[in-house]
């Protein structure tokens, strides 16, 4: 936890979220422990958030052999790619037993979006209240889904609303 470049860029990022309770603090360094116990490799970076540094990890990985992100946190799904072998196992639902496996074709059914690109910009038009992200007024999840078929790419999108073009 703490700040991170994120913070930087804009000051409302996540300025909501409650503070970590004392319960949950203690445990974190406790379970550090625990886990390069069990012989599992541990990286945090000062000022980078998780998703950052696992982001690059799989940047670095991706298509030289298969990648499994392993999180409960919907922002990774913007890291799925079958051509690179990407995908994400989302236990928010099923917990680890359970887990989704999600890919380009799980994204398809969920959200109507093809790739994980596709979802980043989905998740840039609609915004994400719980971590002080606004997103563009009046559209939501499926408002986005729907002109990102349409027109290809958030780029696209921007260069259609410039141009007048009606949706
Ligand atoms: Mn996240
Ligand atoms: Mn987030």
């Given at each position: 936890?703490?700040?991170?470049?994120?913070?930087?860029?804009?000051?409302?990022y996540k300025a909501n979220r409650p503070t970590m309770p004392d319960e949950l603090r203690q445990q974190i360094e406790p379970l550090k422990a625990i886990v390069q116990g069990l012989g599992v490799k541990l990286l945090s970076i000062q000022g980078v958030e998780a998703d950052d540094v696992i982001g690059t990890l799989v940047e670095r990985t991706a298509g030289r052999r298969p990648v499994e992100v392993v999180t409960g946190d919907r922002d990774l799904f913007q890291l799925v790619d079958d051509a690179a072998g990407v995908s994400?196992?989302?236990?928010a639902r099923g917990g680890v037993r359970d887990a989704d496996l999600v890919d380009e074709s799980w994204l398809v059914q969920k959200y109507g979006l093809a790739s994980g690109r596709a979802y980043a910009e989905m998740a840039v038009l609609r915004g994400d209240p719980s971590d002080g992200?606004?997103?563009?007024?009046?559209?939501?999840?499926?408002?986005?889904?729907?002109?990102?078929e349409n027109f290809g790419s958030l780029e696209s999108i921007v260069k259609a609303a410039?141009?007048?073009v009606k949706t």
């Open positions: 936890s703490g700040k991170t470049f994120r913070n930087d860029l804009d000051p409302q994400v196992l989302y236990t992200l606004p997103g563009v007024q009046g559209i939501g999840e499926k408002t986005a889904a729907t002109l990102l410039k141009a007048g």
